[in-house]
C-alpha cells in the first residue's frame, strides 16, 4: 500500500496520533520528574494536537462517500478516548480494533507511567519519537508537500519543530531548506543535552 495514498494517510497517522497521544499523556504526568523534566516542553513538542490538524485538513482532501464519519460507529476499545476529528469508517478500525502491535506498544507506555519508579523508562520512548521525527520524519514531511501539493503547513504540522515558536514563513511556505535545518538542529541539541542532565551519571538510564 502507498502509505501517501489519499486514504492510506489519514490512517497512518492516526496511528502516530494514538502514539503520541499516549507517549504525551505519560510525560504529562511525570511532567516534574527529575529525569524527564528537562525535556518536558509540550509547546514545543507536543505532537497529538498537531497531527489531530493534519487528519481534519487531510480528510477534507477526500471525496466524502469516504470521509464522513459513520452512521453506525461502532464502541471504540477498551480505555480510548474519542479522537478530536471525525472518524470515517476506515478510521474507525484503529480506534476500535487496535492493531495488536500497537496495543502493545501503548501497554508498554501506560506501564511505565504507572509510578515514580518506572517513569524515567519514558525517556527512551521520547527520545525515538521525538528525535526520529525531526530526523527521517522530515523526509516523510516533505513527500507528503510534494504529494499533496501542500503550500504551507497544513496537513504536515507534525512534521514543524519551531524552538521561536515562530511559523510564519513555513505557514507561508517560503521557509528555505537552510532555516528549516537550522531549526530542527536547534531542537535536537535542546534535547540530547536535556537528556543528558536528567540521565545524569546513571549507567542504566544511559544504556551503558
Not at 135 to 145: E, K, N
Not at 157 to 179: H, I, K, L, P
Amino acid at each position: 500500500m502507498n502509505v501517501l495514498s489519499p486514504g492510506s494517510c489519514p490512517d497512518q497517522h492516526a496511528e502516530l496520533g494514538l502514539r503520541n497521544s499516549t507517549l504525551e499523556t505519560a510525560l504529562e504526568k511525570h511532567a516534574n520528574n527529575a529525569v524527564l523534566s528537562p525535556t518536558y516542553n509540550p509547546t514545543l513538542l507536543a505532537r497529538a494536537p498537531e497531527i489531530a490538524k493534519d487528519i481534519t485538513f487531510l480528510l477534507k482532501r477526500l471525496p466524502k462517500v469516504v470521509s464522513q464519519p459513520s452512521k453506525k460507529p461502532l464502541a471504540l476499545a477498551p480505555n480510548m478516548a474519542a479522537p478530536p476529528f471525525p472518524l470515517p469508517p476506515f478510521l474507525e478500525e484503529v480506534f476500535v480494533f487496535t492493531p495488536p502491535a500497537l496495543q502493545v506498544y501503548l501497554d508498554r507506555l501506560t506501564e511505565c507511567a504507572a509510578n515514580e519508579t518506572m517513569a524515567p523508562r519514558l525517556l527512551a520512548h521520547a527520545y525515538v519519537r521525538y528525535l526520529g521525527d525531526l530526523s527521517g520524519g522530515q523526509v516523510i514531511g516533505a513527500r507528503l508537500r510534494k504529494a499533496y501539493g501542500l503550500p504551507g503547513l497544513d496537513g504536515r504540522r507534525f512534521y514543524n519543530f519551531d524552538m521561536g515558536g515562530d511559523s510564519a514563513s513555513a505557514e507561508a511556505g517560503e521557509e528555505t531548506v537552510g532555516e528549516r535545518k537550522k531549526k530542527l538542529n536547534d531542537v535536537k541539541t535542546w534535547y540530547r543535552t536535556g537528556m543528558d542532565e536528567g540521565a545524569g551519571e546513571d549507567a542504566k538510564l544511559k544504556g551503558e
